[in-house]
Nanobody, 118 residues
């Protein structure tokens, strides 16, 4: 069983920054990621990381490349999504995920809301 403690969402003005945190409890493999879902839209991958804090590979959605960064602190069982230069279109419910099953995330956090508005 995997449990998550997500935090860091909120309301921010366009151009602002936020850092989302996901503390993970329970055994899981070295796949971590962030997905988001805006009202009326399907869930989409935002950023993923495979590996540890010392050696890892990352993948980003084209819409967030250069603005978002995924990182992990293995000593705290926590990974992060650093979001800079936020845009209104980044408004969504953000979920952290770990592990894959048949190519899809297996375990999902409950989500933290990010709203970008003036």
């Amino acid at each position: 069983q995997v449990e998550f403690v997500e935090s860091g969402g909120g309301l921010v003005q366009p151009g602002g920054s936020l850092r989302l945190s996901c503390e993970v409890h329970g055994n899981h493999r070295n796949f971590r990621g962030w997905y988001r879902q805006a009202p009326g839209n399907e869930r989409e991958m935002v950023a993923t990381m495979t590996g540890s804090s010392s050696i890892s590979s990352t993948n980003y959605a084209d819409s967030v490349k250069g603005r978002f960064t995924i990182s992990v602190d293995d000593s705290k069982n926590t990974f992060y999504l650093h979001m800079n230069n936020l845009k209104p279109e980044d408004t969504a419910l953000y979920h952290c995920v770990v592990d894959l099953w048949n190519g899809r995330p297996l375990y999902w956090g409950q989500g933290t809301q990010v709203t970008v508005a003036s």
